[in-house]
C-alpha cells in the first residue's frame, strides 16, 4: 500500500503519474488495436475494430482533459503556496 504523505501536493503529482501511465497504456493498446485494423481481411472486421478503437480515444480523450485539469490546480496551488518549493523528492 502505497505510504501517506503529508504534503497534499506530493499526493497530486503522484496520482498524476498514475495517471499519465494509465493514459500511456491506452495509447499503446490503441497503437496495438490499429495495427490489427490494417490487418482486418474484411470490412466488417474493420468496423468492429474501429468500434473498439474509437471507445478507446473518446475514454484517453476525457482521462487527458481531467489530468490537464489536475495539472492545472497543482501549478496554481504552486504559485500560491507561501514557501517556493526548489524540487519534489
Known amino acids: 500500500m502505497a505510504k501517506a504523505s503529508d504534503?497534499?501536493?506530493t499526493d497530486s503529482l503522484r496520482r498524476l503519474?498514475?495517471?499519465?501511465?494509465?493514459t500511456r497504456d491506452d495509447f499503446a493498446?490503441?497503437?496495438l488495436r490499429m495495427a490489427d485494423?490494417?490487418?482486418a481481411?474484411?470490412?466488417?472486421?474493420?468496423e468492429v475494430l474501429l468500434?473498439?478503437?474509437?471507445?478507446?480515444?473518446?475514454?484517453?480523450?476525457?482521462?487527458?482533459?481531467?489530468i490537464e485539469h489536475r495539472i492545472d490546480l497543482v501549478m496554481r496551488?504552486?504559485?500560491n503556496a507561501p514557501v517556493?518549493?526548489?524540487a519534489c523528492k
Not at 503519474?17 to 494509465?22: D, G, I, V
Not at 468500434?51 to 481531467?66: K, M, T
Open 41 to 46: 481481411g474484411s470490412s466488417a472486421q474493420s
Open 29 to 31: 493498446d490503441l497503437k
Open 7 to 9: 504534503n497534499p501536493l
Open 77 to 79: 496551488e504552486i504559485e
Open 84 to 86: 517556493r518549493l526548489e
Open 37 to 39: 485494423v490494417g490487418q
Open 51 to 66: 468500434a473498439g478503437i474509437s471507445n478507446r480515444l473518446d475514454q484517453a480523450d476525457e482521462r487527458l482533459h481531467r
Open 17 to 22: 503519474e498514475t495517471m499519465l501511465a494509465r
